[in-house]
């Protein structure tokens, strides 16, 4: 799955040099970050021109704080690729005006030319970014309270329930769907729920990830076991397998 898709944007950075990344954390998309370190290490993969926005940090985490989405990120990928410091955008998660810095972060998207491709997982609830149950289809860049389950999934990566922040500053459903291409990651068999009603569910602000039903061109990277539960799971492996007979087998 992870080598699928970090493929697909390997592919589109020898394409577009200087192409707008956004990028995701969490544990689903640790695989492709390593292989992009790898490509970059071994293949001279070249991130010289690459901008990136991340889609969310925790309200309150300083970027040193080993939590923080910053430090993963840095961890994770940007200090093992040659990407140049001042093109890489993460909301800051200590900003005193809020909504202006929400403002910039949008503008400063919109500056860069927009996303070309936008990484996302998916938490059980069907949350995209820390857009929860219940987001405004149409948000954008702002500050969300975290749901008790997001809350409680995240402990897993702290001290305590008590030391995970109750905020983030998140890019809205809205944002995310003006990328150009989306990539949805998930892995799992307790993402399958979440996977069902995002893909074949009603398009719903219960479940934020099935907004993507309405973007013109989505990816899904799944594993068996997060793709378990899709009623129409043998049509999408055949039309997969269909693709070599249109030449599109790269898509
Ligand atoms: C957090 C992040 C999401 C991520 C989700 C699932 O809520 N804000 O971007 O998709 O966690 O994380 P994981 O990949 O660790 O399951």
Redesign the pocket.
Known sequence: MSNAAAKLIAAQLRRKPDSVLGL??????LGIYRELARMHREEGLDFGGVRTFN??EYYGLAPEHPQSYRYFMDENLLRHVNIDPKNVHIPGGLVKDIEASCSEYEASIGQAGGIDIQL????RDG????NEPGSSLGSRTRLKTLAQE?IS??ARFFRSLDEVPRF?I?MGVGTILESRHIVLLASGVE?SDAVRQALEGPVTSEITASALQLHSTVTAFLDDAAAEKLKRRDYYKYVESMRQVVGQEDL
């Not at 996302?120 to 938490?123: D, F, M, R, V």
């Not at 949350?127 to 820390?130: E, G, K, M, V």
């Open positions: 995701a954390t969490g544990s689903t998309p889609l969310d996302l997982g998916i938490g949350h995209i970014a820390f997001t999934d995240n983030a998140t993402k």
